[in-house]
């Protein structure tokens, strides 16, 4: 019953590091994307993939990178940090792309950029 | 304009007794999908129930049941028999296919829920 599965859980970065936040599905899922959360504003889609080898850019895609070559892992890239990506970020998937398709989320990774 | 309004920012059941979380929704698409999903103190999010646009029959799984009513564009969730685990934070969210060409998912502001004994 693992599901959606992403790590770390926690994260301090300073300015202007790199890291990769790590998200892994074993439910044979063709839709992931990333999300942020942050207080007042919702969750804002970053980046999506509707299948291994294709990605494209959400809302906020701007400081991240993602890419997606199996079907299972999606990893989401965090550049150069600054202290506006401090956020808690969702990874989902959903068994494919589409508005009746429920979204299936990660427990989360709670990034401090100082 | 695409939104989700979630109008109780805190609720409070006794144990055993149901409760409804309202949700009313705005948006002009004739095709979306209405989900509510739980957020626990511990912070993932643990999707519990679906609606699509076009289902005529109110969505129910287990304890929780979704109140589809599609005029008036609202969405409560109903939660039977309240248990102290059913504590968190619940959050209405619409699914729309956005311009940009991906599913657009709108959360509404969220409303705790506190089971008392």
């Known amino acids: 019953n693992a599901g959606v599965t992403q790590t770390p859980k926690f994260q301090v970065l300073k300015t202007g590091q790199s890291m990769t936040l790590q998200c892994a599905q074993d439910?044979?899922?063709?839709?992931m994307s990333w999300y942020r959360q942050d207080p007042g504003m919702g969750l804002r889609l970053i980046h999506y993939s509707v299948g291994a080898g294709i990605t494209d850019q959400g809302e906020v895609p701007n400081g991240y990178n993602v890419s997606r070559s199996t079907t299972e892992d999606f990893p989401l890239r965090l550049l150069s940090a600054a202290p506006s990506q401090t956020s808690v970020y969702f990874c989902?998937?959903?068994?494919?792309?589409?508005?009746?398709?429920?979204?299936?989320f990660g427990d989360g990774t709670r990034l401090s950029i100082l | 304009a695409q939104k989700i309004t979630q109008t109780q920012p805190g609720m409070f059941v006794q144990e055993k007794e149901a409760v409804t979380l309202d949700c009313t929704y705005d948006?002009?698409?004739?095709?979306?999908?209405l989900f509510w999903y739980k957020q626990p103190s511990s912070g993932e999010m643990i999707f519990l129930i679906y609606?699509?646009?076009?289902?005529?029959q109110n969505a129910t799984e287990g304890r929780y049941s979704l109140n589809f009513q599609k005029a008036r564009k609202s969405a409560n969730l109903v939660i039977s028999a309240s248990q102290l685990g059913d504590s968190a934070m619940y959050f209405c969210?619409?699914?729309?296919?956005?311009?940009?060409?991906?599913?657009?998912?709108?959360f509404g502001a969220g409303t705790r829920l506190a089971v008392h004994p």
């Open positions: 609606q699509g646009s076009y289902d005529e």
């Open positions: 989902a998937s959903s068994y494919r792309q589409g508005v009746n398709q429920p979204q299936h």
């Open positions: 948006t002009s698409d004739q095709s979306y999908g």
């Open positions: 969210a619409m699914i729309l296919q956005w311009s940009g060409g991906y599913n657009k998912l709108i």
């Open positions: 439910m044979n899922h063709e839709y």
